[in-house]
Structures are given as structure tokens and as C-alpha cells.
């Protein structure tokens, strides 16, 4: 069965329990929890910590599972968004062992699932970034084999902005890259956190590759996407994308929702669907990011029923 939840980024000031108690109000089944390592960061939606890994003790577990089980929610993954192929080598040394210690987090909590990018050199063709990425993900997937913890990459490419062009910060942008990826490292524990929004701005089919790697969908991220076409033919798609498209609330924007869930469902995915909010109409207080939860959880539970008791 399918499970709704959302990713606690676009609640950055709450504790833990306000995002549970927050989620369990509005009815979400289960939360993407964020943990990032304390500090600031300059990217929208980074840097959020809801369970910091450095009070990861015995204690701190029981307290989380404490809290899952007094809300009714469950924790669908920990997440974690940097760029481990980042050609700054402190940056990417430092986020590869992040990652790594979410991974093991996953395993202590008993998630399962990790999810993060698999980041970019972006002045640099994909060819050129393989072998590192090689070099640094093989380690990582045999890290979280050993720990049974499931890796969903996802596949947003990153390139939105001048600092991210030309080659945007996530290589797993397309599916003849996803496709190289588990080629390269065949595993079980190695797969997506598929966005639909991400493919059709690109313009690209987001249901096809749904079919193509039924089995390494590993985890969804519910967002849509507004593609402003009369911008578009302005400026082109060599264009930084943010200039013609913008992020909204599922069901306000260009995927079509229906055949989305036809299509999920048809490949036999039972796991997390989770609501991931960076609609900026919906930024400018607490209250319009709980709306925005609210009005997604309306919207996607056509799709999405809970079971019956």
C-alpha cells in the first residue's frame, strides 16, 4: 500500500516532534526526514536538521521511535542532498562521509532507505565525471549493502541557476544516465527517488521510465512543475531553466497526476510518495507552508486513500 508523506525541508524551524505532530494533524501517513550536519547553508531547502547524527546515541533512537509511534508516523527515509562529486575536494570529502553516516543512521533507526544526489562536477561532460563517480560510489553502495539500507538518488539535475550551469550538480538527470549508473553498479541497495517535475521541465516523458526501472524505485517525491512556454520561446532551453519554469504543489502545475499513479501502480511500487513543497507561493510564513501541506495532502489523497480500518 501506498504510503503519503512529505519531506520535512519546508519545515526547517520545527523540532522533530512539531513535524510529526504537524504531519499526523494533517493526516500524512510518514516524513522524509532531513539531516543535514549543523550549519548554515546558502541553497533553498538545504541545510535542514531534524535529527542530528552526533546525539544518535541509544537514547536518542528509543526518543525517535518514541515519537513515530506517539504520532502514528513513520519516518519513510533520511535524507541528505549535497554534492558528493563536488570539484571543491573538501566539500565532496566532507559529503561523502555524511552520507555515509546517514546510511548507518538508516540502518540503527531500522528506515531502510537513504536518499540524496549523486552530485556533479558541473563544468565537467558526464563522461568526464565518471570515473570519479565510480570511484566514489562504489564504496558508498557497498557501505549501505552491508547496513541493508536502500540509496534512492534523485534525479533532479541541479541546474537551475548561473553557479550550477552548464552541466548542472547531480548527474542522474535522464534515463540513459540512470541507466549507465546500475550498469556500472549492479546492486539491489542502488536506485531512485524518482520526481516526476524534474523530467518535464526538461521535457522529457515521465511516466515512460517508470516502466523501464520498475524495480529501482526506491522512493517518490511528489512535485510539480509550471513550464512557462511563452517564456521559453524567449529564451530558449540553453536558458538557465529557472527563467521559465517554476516549482509548484502537486496537481498546480503540468504533471498529470492520474496517469502518474496509473503508471506507479501498475509497476507494483507499494512505498512512499512523499510530498517534497518548494512552490514559492507558499514561502513566506510558517502558516503558508502548513497551507501548502494541507492543500497537497487534499489533492494527492484522490490517489493516494488511506486505508480502511
Known sequence: MLQLGFVSAITPDLSLEEVFRTAAEIGYDCVEVMCWPLGKSTRRYAGVTHINLAELDDRGIASIHELSAKYGVSISSLGYYPNALSPDAAEAEHAVEHIRSVITAAALLGVGNMTTFIG???????????????????????HAESENVK????????????????????????????????????????????????????HMDCIKPMHQFADKLFHIHAKDV????????????????????????????????????????????????????????????????KLALVQSHTFLRNFVPRPMV
Request: hydrophobic share 35%; glycine share 8%.
Open 120 to 142: 556533479r562536477d558541473w563544468t565537467k561532460s558526464v563522461d568526464d565525471n565518471w570515473t570519479r563517480f565510480l570511484e566514489t560510489w562504489q564504496p558508498i553502495i557497498r
Open 151 to 202: 540509496v534512492g538518488i534523485e534525479n533532479c539535475p541541479m541546474l537551475f541557476t548561473a553557479d550550477e550551469w552548464p552541466g548542472g550538480k547531480n548527474l542522474a538527470h535522464s534515463p540513459a544516465v540512470w541507466d549507465r549508473m546500475f550498469n556500472d553498479i549492479p546492486s539491489d541497495h542502488f536506485g531512485l527517488n524518482y520526481d516526476p517535475s524534474h523530467l518535464v521541465f526538461q
Open 226 to 289: 509550471r513550464v512557462d512556454h511563452s517564456m521559453l520561446d524567449q529564451v530558449g532551453i540553453l536558458a538557465h531553466p529557472n527563467l521559465y519554469h517554476s516549482p509548484k504543489l502537486p496537481g498546480m502545475g503540468d504533471v498529470n497526476w492520474g496517469q502518474f499513479f496509473s503508471t506507479l501502480t501498475d509497476t507494483g511500487y507499494r512505498g512512499p510518495v512523499c510530498v517534497e513543497v518548494e512552490d514559492r507561493a507558499f514561502e513566506k510564513s510558517d502558516e503558508d507552508r
